[in-house]
């Protein structure tokens, strides 16, 4: 039988990486008090009404050329 030509890992080992929680580093003081509160995500719900707006504004400027397109397999 052939050798094949990629050796595919021996998955019968444990890996050799393993994760590990994140350590503070040593260099610094020890924290004695929580972290600060996260800032609220932003609002992207402005973003949502401008796609919507620009969505009804493709559509509204392409139904004009597909009608002309309609016409046009029609006839030939």
């Not at 052939?2 to 444990?14: N, V, Y």
């Not at 350590?23 to 020890?30: C, N």
């Not at 620009?54 to 559509?59: E, F, H, S, T």
């Amino acid at each position: 039988m052939p050798e094949p030509r990629f050796k595919l890992p021996d998955l019968s080992q444990p890996h050799k990486y393993e994760h590990r929680r994140p350590r503070r580093p040593s260099h610094l003081p020890k924290r004695l008090t929580p972290p600060p509160e996260r800032a609220e995500p932003p609002d992207l719900s402005l973003f949502l009404y401008a796609g919507m707006v620009l969505a009804l504004i493709l559509v509204i400027l392409a139904i004009p050329y597909l009608i002309a397109y309609m016409f046009e397999v029609v006839r030939l």
